[in-house]
């Protein structure tokens, strides 16, 4: 049986393909969407043949004058995963932030993405370090997914 090619689409091209003058979150597809396609692809190659090398830029660093982000690359789906899961809570954050928490409906949208980042965050907390051979970014470390998670928790 043939299988069509597996068409992997970060969210992060979506980005750079996108305009300034359009609301990014209308233009990307859910991370959620990205992260089933790396768990299909997990499942039909073994993680140890995988030679696909991932890039994750720190989420806090804005660079310097004189160098550029913190950057890590590794070679793992399951790294990769954990980048995009990252990148659900925040912006499972900012969809929060974003709520008129003036009204019922509105507080109840905040509270739901709020939890749903906190998950994300303490979960990434006990996995994240596992998954590579070297440090993580300073934004994956343990400490700071604490912080992160307490955050959303504080929120609601």
Not at 33 to 43: A, G, I, K, T
Not at 87 to 107: F, P, R, T, Y
Request: aromatic residues 6%.
């Amino acid at each position: 049986m043939m299988h069509a090619p597996l068409s992997l689409s970060p969210p992060s091209q979506c980005v750079r393909d996108s305009t300034r003058d359009v609301n990014v979150y209308a233009v990307l597809p859910p991370p959620t969407s990205y992260f089933d396609q790396l768990n299909s692809l997990e499942r039909k190659i073994p993680s140890h043949e995988v030679q696909v090398a991932f890039k994750w830029k720190d989420a806090f660093d804005r660079g310097s004058l004189f160098g550029g982000r913190i950057s890590l690359t590794v070679s793992s789906l399951a790294y990769e995963k954990a980048c995009v899961l990252f990148n659900l809570g925040a912006i499972s954050s900012i969809i929060a932030a974003d709520q008129n928490v003036d009204s019922e409906d509105g507080m109840q949208k905040a509270l739901k993405r709020l939890q749903l980042a906190s998950g994300v965050f303490s979960q990434l907390k006990t996995s994240v370090v596992g998954l590579i051979q070297t440090d993580p970014t300073p934004d994956l470390e343990p400490d700071t997914l604490s912080v992160l998670s307490g955050q959303s928790r504080h929120e609601n």
